[in-house]
Nanobody
Framework: VQLQASGGGLAQAGGSLRLSCATSRRTASNNGMGWFRQAPGKEREFVAAVDWKGSSTTYADSVKGRFTISRDNAKNTVYLQMNNLKSEDTAVYYC?????????????????WGRGTLVTVSS
């Protein structure tokens, strides 16, 4: 399974970016998907997740109300719309495929990980 994240870049505080994660296998449509991030000098943390149908989502408190995760199974792609960005959102963002069809926040439930895309937010 290959996961390719894209869409990162430089944004100003208060701005928006949309990340995409393309999966290589059609069967990813049967799995939950998630986004995690790792800021410099910090541990990886959960950001958002969506179940296999796209009907159930969960978010970290720090991004709730600002970020939206969605998926298009016909395109084998998961998205993370990030609005009202803050400097503390600066991190490398990783998409991951859950072992199960649920929207989970525990990293140990995720079997496959992409390489990550860097998001830098300037204040």
């Amino acid at each position: 399974v290959q996961l390719q994240a894209s869409g990162g870049g430089l944004a100003q505080a208060g701005g928006s970016l949309r990340l995409s994660c393309a999966t290589s296998r059609r069967t990813a449509s049967n799995n939950g998907m998630g986004w995690f991030r790792q800021a410099p000098g910090k541990e990886r943390e959960f950001v958002a997740a969506v179940d296999w149908k796209g009907s159930s989502t969960t978010y970290a408190d720090s991004v709730k109300g600002r970020f939206t995760i969605s998926r298009d199974n016909a395109k084998n792609t998961v998205y993370l719309q990030m609005n009202n960005l803050k400097s503390e959102d600066t991190a490398v963002y990783y998409c991951a495929q859950n072992r199960w069809p649920v929207a989970g926040s525990s990293a140990d439930r995720y079997a496959y990980w992409g390489r990550g895309t860097l998001v830098t937010v300037s204040s």
